[in-house]
């Protein structure tokens, strides 16, 4: 069974910077897509960013140039090091993993002050 495991959300000013970490653990496909959505209250959930097993990465137009994306694979661990934080940044921020199903993390909160 796979599990998703993020850790790194909490209090962070504007124009800060904060890191996120998501462990996996189970059975998992060597092929595969590690990424993040977040979901602000009142709002759905969106898409973030990727990153595939073999370094193919992609962003939202909202997050490209400040975060970025990186994935450890012998460790099965993806990273999301958020700079540049911005008022609309807050959220929980959810781990996805996609090998041959798709799976969530619980989230971790991620809060912005100004």
């Known amino acids: 069974q796979v599990q998703l495991v993020e850790s790194g959300g909490g209090l962070v000013q504007a124009g800060g910077s904060l890191r996120l970490s998501c462990a996996a653990s189970?059975?998992?496909?060597?092929?595969?897509?590690m990424g993040w959505y977040r979901q602000a209250p009142g709002k759905q959930r969106e898409y973030v960013a990727g990153i595939s097993s073999s370094g193919s990465i992609n962003y939202a137009d909202s997050v490209r140039g400040r975060f970025t994306i990186s994935r450890d694979n012998a460790k099965k661990t993806v990273y999301l090091q958020m700079n540049s934080v911005k008022p609309e940044d807050p959220a929980v921020y959810y781990c996805?993993?996609?090998?041959?199903?798709?799976?969530w993390g619980q989230g971790t909160q991620v809060t912005v002050s100004s």
């Open positions: 189970g059975s998992i496909f060597s092929a595969n897509i």
């Open positions: 996805t993993l996609r090998a041959g199903g798709s799976y």
